[in-house]
């Protein structure tokens, strides 16, 4: 979202500016390193081909599949940035304890629709959060839309109302199915079992309940507004082939 599926989040400086990876909205991404690995076998075989745009659209892709979600065909031919956008990640990217609307208006500025949108969303269904981002919801009280058996499994997995940014101390976005992409996210939703706090407005929100309703009670219909939301991000604001380049190393810009 951040100037569209360029890389940009990759490099580690560009033209005296800093990463966007040191944005407090970065935090927890990691194991850069294999998109690196990834890129150093691709310019062995073929150099100057795949750009690192491409490497990042197609693991999100991969990823998807091996989670069993959908597969989700993709285009190839994205262009690198030559810059790091810091300034603009928080203008673009919403925040953990982010309200629904603004969720929304970001995605619709890129084309995505709030079907699509809660489409998205659905990608909670895997992966966890650092217990940073939750203990909003735990401390000083309990937010009242959290079910109160899932409020105690939170608070114990995030026992302080400070916790350590370096702790390995998170809960998981689904206890059931942790490691699939499936409906059961829109399930926890109607059990008020939300994760993050814009997860739980998808239920109560006019604009977003119906489509919530609809995900939880048919899977495949899910799958089929993820594939075609996550195919439309993956597309968004491609760079022109003259803004861009194919990098050498996903880190850093091509010099000369």
Do not use: W
Not at 32 to 39: D, E, G, L, Q, S
């Amino acid at each position: 979202m951040v100037g569209g599926c360029d890389a940009s989040i990759l490099l580690v400086t560009a033209a005296g500016a800093m990463s966007e990876q040191t944005s407090q909205r970065s935090f927890g991404m990691r194991n850069f390193k294999y998109v690196a690995t990834i890129k150093d076998a691709l310019e062995r075989e073929c150099p100057a081909t795949v750009s690192c745009a491409d490497i990042v659209a197609l693991s999100a892709r991969d990823g998807v599949a091996l989670l069993g979600g959908p597969y989700v065909p993709m285009k190839m031919g994205r262009k690198d940035s030559r810059v790091s956008r810091l300034e603009a990640v928080e203008d673009s990217i919403p925040n953990h304890d982010s309200d629904i609307s603004l969720v929304l208006s970001r995605f619709q500025s890129i084309g995505i629709n709030v079907e699509g949108t809660v489409a998205l969303l659905g990608s909670h269904s895997v992966g966890r959060v650092h217990c940073v981002n939750l203990v909003h919801r735990l401390y000083p009280a309990v937010d009242p839309t959290l079910d109160p058996d899932y409020a105690a499994y939170l608070k114990g997995r995030c026992p302080s109302p400070e916790p350590d940014p370096t702790a390995v101390a998170y809960g998981r976005n689904d206890r059931e199915t942790p490691m699939t992409i499936d409906n059961m996210y829109y399930k926890h939703l109607l059990q008020h079992k939300g994760l993050l706090r814009v997860d739980q407005q998808l239920a109560s929100d006019p604009s977003t309940a119906p489509f919530v309703a609809k995900m939880a009670a048919d899977n495949g219909y899910f799958y089929e507004r993820f594939a075609d939301a996550l195919l439309l991000l993956s597309e968004s604001n491609p760079l022109p082939s003259d803004k861009g380049e194919v990098r050498k190393d996903c880190r850093f810009v091509n010099s000369g």
